[in-house]
């Protein structure tokens, strides 16, 4: 094993050091024949070691050893190292192959493998995304839909033989994947995302994408109630997906699936305990009132309404900030549920007689029904 392992190492240390063009296809010739001795007495060597872990070690050590040659001849001279590059990796494929149970599952892929299979996968993802032209998906999302097989090709991240897997199973989901009967609330772009998901695809602009959409889902709907029921039924959908993966794309960061239910957990819990129109106005935590009375007119009623009581002594408050907030935390009217106590102070000042009137007609009830206590 070792004998022939050494020949290919100085074979490639040869090539690295600068051969004449004359010789190309002697050392061409000569990678190929000790390829193919290595893999014979490579096999043979570890299939005969007794020892379980000094198997794996000897086995792994090799493949590292032939990954780095490879980088070095790809390195050299990336366009014509393909060549010299194709022998190795040949080999490394079939001993990979050959005891796919003892290999390291931190083994890092050649970048000469890297840069064929990228522009492989890259036009397989052409092929689908051509598929869906007609549909118009939003650009933004299909930048995201890219951007495994991008980074494939162009990041310095440490890529492996897990990643290419991955890949191969993401292409072929998106490949089987028919873009019709979808909600058209939701868009063609929520399948996409669902297989997505099933991968495992833990991009932080996926992420992002994900929880944004979900966010302004939720927000197209009236009323707090609605807004819930969309994050609970979304995080239970997302927790029942069946996962195509069983790792996350980036084994440094939390699993997608893991982090939308904790981000939907968050929206849940704040929209169930404050008040979101406050917070989003005044970026203060107000809790959220459940027992809010609801006043039958406009907003610009309510305000007037109740600064005309407080003008009357009907209510003791330390100043009209405070009053107007309190107003907002325990009012809402027919067409708004929440309101604001910066809102509330820009209508105390109501003129138009069309909107006093109703309040001028209440006052005179009211009047009426306390004389009667008096007659």
């Known amino acids: 094993m070792k004998y022939h392992f050494n020949l290919l190492e100085r074979t490639v240390a040869t090539i690295l050091y600068g051969i004449t063009e004359s010789d190309h296809t002697k050392f061409l010739t000569t990678l190929e024949k000790l390829s193919y001795a290595c893999h014979k007495s490579l096999i043979s060597d570890i299939l005969q070691e007794a020892n379980e872990k000094q198997k794996t070690s000897s086995f792994n050590l090799h493949m590292r050893q032939l990954v780095m040659m490879a ?29 796919p149970e003892i290999l390291a599952p931190d083994l890092s892929l050649p970048k000469a493998f890297r840069a064929i299979q990228f522009n492989l996968f890259k036009s397989k993802l052409g ?126 960061l939390r699993g997608l699936r893991e982090e939308l239910i904790h981000w939907l957990n968050e929206e849940i819990t704040f929209k169930e305990r404050f008040d979101v129109e406050q917070f989003e106005i005044e970026g203060k935590k107000v809790p959220l009132n459940r027992n809010k009375l609801v006043f039958k007119w406009k907003a610009e009623q309510l305000a007037f309404w109740e600064k005309l009581q407080l003008d009357h002594g009907i209510y003791e408050e330390p100043s009209l900030d405070v009053f107007c907030n309190k107003i907002a935390c325990n009012f809402s009217t027919k067409h708004r549920e929440n309101l604001s106590g910066g809102s509330i102070k820009s209508k105390l000042y109501l003129k138009e007689p069309e909107l006093l009137e109703p309040l001028r007609n209440a006052a005179k009830r009211m009047y009426e029904d306390l004389n009667v206590f008096f007659d």
């Open 127 to 252: 092929e689908i995304l051509l598929s869906w032209e007609a549909i118009n998906l939003d650009p933004s999302f299909l930048d995201i839909v890219k951007l495994p097989i991008e980074e494939f090709g162009h990041s310095r991240r440490n890529f492996k033989w897990f990643h290419f897997s991955w890949l191969k199973k993401y292409l072929a989901a998106l490949e089987e994947l028919k873009l019709v009967n979808f909600d058209p609330k939701a868009g063609p772009e929520y399948l996409v995302m669902k297989v997505m998901i099933k991968m495992d695809f833990n991009h932080v602009r996926f992420v992002n994408y994900c929880s944004d959409f979900l966010k302004m889902r939720a927000e197209a709907l009236v009323g707090m109630e609605e807004h819930l029921y969309m994050l609970n039924r979304a995080k239970k959908e997302i927790g029942q997906l069946h996962m195509l993966s069983n790792l996350p794309y980036y084994d440094d």
């Open 71 to 99: 980088d070095q001849l790809y390195q050299h001279d990336p366009i014509q190292a393909q060549e010299y590059c194709a022998p190795l990796l040949r080999l490394i494929s079939k001993l990979k192959h050959s005891l």
